[in-house]
Every structure is written in structure tokens, then in C-alpha cells.
């Protein structure tokens, strides 16, 4: 990606019941943030039934050309 910015974030996920499901909602969540570059998962709490996550992810950038706003992408 060209001209976005990344950020480090944490998030948390409930535990699923198979670990397919599992990647696929931390997808979801991380894609709500973004564009994952990559991610882990750091630490489950088995007593809330949740996963620790942190993640590298990018978004877009906007800058200004004179008489246009460009978001690169």
C-alpha cells in the first residue's frame, strides 16, 4: 500500500468454537480498523473466553492537490 499510514493495535475477540471461525472473526474485526499486515494472538483469558490481539495494520491516507482531495488506497 503507498502513502497509508500504519498503526499498532489491540484488540479483543471471543473464543470460537473452531479455530477456522476463530481467524475468521479476527479477520472481520481487524478489516473493521483496516488493512492487516499481520497479527497475533497474545494471550487467551479462558475465564472471559476471549483472545488478545495485537495487529500491524495500514488505512488510508488523504492529501490535497490543488482543487482535488486524493485517498490513496
Not at 476463530?22 to 479477520?27: F, P, Y
Not at 488505512?59 to 485517498?71: N, Q
Amino acid at each position: 500500500m503507498w502513502g497509508g499510514q500504519t498503526h499498532f493495535i489491540t484488540l479483543e475477540v471471543e473464543l470460537q468454537p473452531s479455530a477456522q471461525r476463530l481467524h475468521d472473526r479476527i479477520l472481520a474485526e481487524l478489516q473493521k480498523q483496516g488493512n492487516p499486515l499481520r497479527w497475533a494472538i497474545v494471550a487467551v483469558d479462558s475465564e472471559r473466553n476471549i483472545a488478545c490481539i495485537e495487529a500491524v495494520i495500514t488505512t488510508p491516507t488523504e492529501f490535497l492537490i490543488p482543487g482535488a482531495v486524493v485517498r490513496t488506497v
